[in-house]
């Protein structure tokens, strides 16, 4: 059973109280982000600090413990 499997299986097994607190919540957090004002870029901030590398498995998939803090 896949991640979001399972979390499909505990919404079923939630109680109309518990959905409507659920539903509240995901509102708030997107009401959240959408409210949060965007600040300007500010060009040359990070100029001083260096050369960078980016790893070879940037865009590798992140494991479940990751977004679980699972481990």
Do not use: Q
């Given at each position: 059973m896949t991640d979001m499997q399972a979390v499909f299986q505990l919404v079923k097994t939630m109680t109309p109280e518990e959905l409507e607190e659920l539903a509240q919540f995901l509102e708030a957090q997107r009401d959240q982000v959408q409210n949060t004002p965007q600040q300007p870029r500010i060009l040359g901030l990070h100029a001083n600090t260096g050369p960078f590398w980016i790893s070879d498995d940037?865009?590798?998939?992140?494991?479940?413990?990751?977004?679980?803090?699972e481990g």
């Open positions: 940037f865009n590798d998939p992140l494991p479940d413990a990751f977004w679980f803090g």
